[in-house]
């Protein structure tokens, strides 16, 4: 029997908010354990929650971004379980009456393109738990340690149906995580650094006869934080349902953790049920009402959304669509540089060559983003640097040279190239002399290209190059070059 997958994905994104979505602690990463803590986020006796306005807003703008419908009023409700990292011993979420439900994004709305539409069920808010650091081994050394600056940090989870099937189902659903980050990031409610555990997904995963439409029995993947885990754990889960199967066993409903170095998902615990978790209102927060009108001013408030943005750099630079998504996917905020450094003068193509090549390759070593590269060279600095490429006063070869040291003061390209001589020989007379220079020094190359041997007109034209130390324009070179040795 031939089985397929049956994919649904849990992404659960913070908000980019400076409190936390309860009370008043900070909420950013990177703190000494504990030091962002209080009364509301420890669960102290007493102690009430406040409702963060910022967190809602942006959820809102989450929600419109994938066409969600807003409603007017929901309700948080108390997700009760026991675990170390969670001190109320219970969880603020949304259950019975979420924010926001029935969004969608369609086929081919985008780069990532599955054959079928995925819709989003549901995007509630809720706050996040906090952390436990393990250390030792498991004996009597082993202690874990409880970080709590991460609870009450405000999330957004977006809940999609099980749309994912078929083949290439695991590709599928790594391309909708990384369309979701991209979006989030675009609108400013997420940071997309999955590396800090901002942005998380868990997979529901589940095979069935190919040609039923009855789901099989889930198993939910808990925490992947990158595209390419996502993609690999779904792939392994398929095949490891489909041998339980196959054997004549029987799956059981559980939760299973990525295990990346053995590149196998592992057994945590089985699987809740939503009554096991006991939901009811919270008791301390009235219900959650977004009127009409702050939707549609937060409507209006929504940037171009990243499929937009794509489709106005292909059609205004004529970049392709592979160009254009690997562009925007370098960094957040790379494509208003790339159209930025076009409008002082660099031609798109150049621009597109430098920003994916030696900018992209410099960023990855000091670890920069956009908007460090801005204070290191800015986006008319970048085009005075290829305009000089393009006007032929220097070669490549010179130009990442003139790179690097534009990164390591103020001085623009020109400056540099005028004040340390790089500009290139465009004189041909002088040209000329170096090439008769390099002919007379090396008769016996002359001679085997005079017999056939067209390989040594490389040698000759690497002996003139070096004869001008680079600076002349290789293609020049060998023009002339040609042209002297037919006149021989």
Known sequence: MDYEPVIGLEIHAQLLTASKMFCGCSAVFGAPPNAHVCPVCLGLPGALPVINRGAVSHAVRAALALGCTVHETSVFARKNYFYPDLPKGYQISQYEQPLATDGLVPADSDYWAPPYDV????????????????????????????????????????????????????????????????????????????????????????????????LGTKVEIKNLNSFRFLEDAIDFECRRQIDVLTSGERLIQETRLWNGSARRTV???????????????????????????????LQADLPDLPALRRRHLMTTHGLTREEVVTLTRVAPGLDVYFEETVKSGATARATKNWLLGAVRAKMNEEGYDVAQLRERLGPERLAGLIRLVEAGTINSS???DVFEKMFQSVRDAAEIVRAEGLAQIDDESRIDALIREVLANNGDAVAQYRRGRAATFGFLVGQVMKAASGKVNPARVSQLLKRALEAL
């Open 267 to 297: 057994s945590m615990r089985s699987k809740e049920e939503a009554h096991d978790y006991r939901y009811f209102p919270e008791p301390d927060l009235p219900p959650l009402v977004v009127d009409a009108a702050r939707v549609r001013t």
């Open 119 to 214: 819709r989003i069920r549901r995007l509630h808010l809720e706050e996040d738990a906090g952390k436990l650091l393990h250390e030792g081994f498991a004996d009597s050394a082993r202690r874990s340690y409880v970080d709590l600056n991460r609870a009450g940090v405000p999330l957004v989870e977006i809940v999609t149906e099980p749309d994912f099937h078929g083949e290439g189902a695991a590709r599928y659903a790594a391309a909708l995580f990384a369309y979701l980050r991209e979006l989030l990031v675009a609108i400013s409610a997420n940071d997309g650094n999955m590396e800090e555990g901002s942005l998380r997904c868990d997979a529901n995963v589940s095979v069935r006869p190919v040609g039923s439409q009855r």
């Open 398 to 400: 010179m130009a990442k």
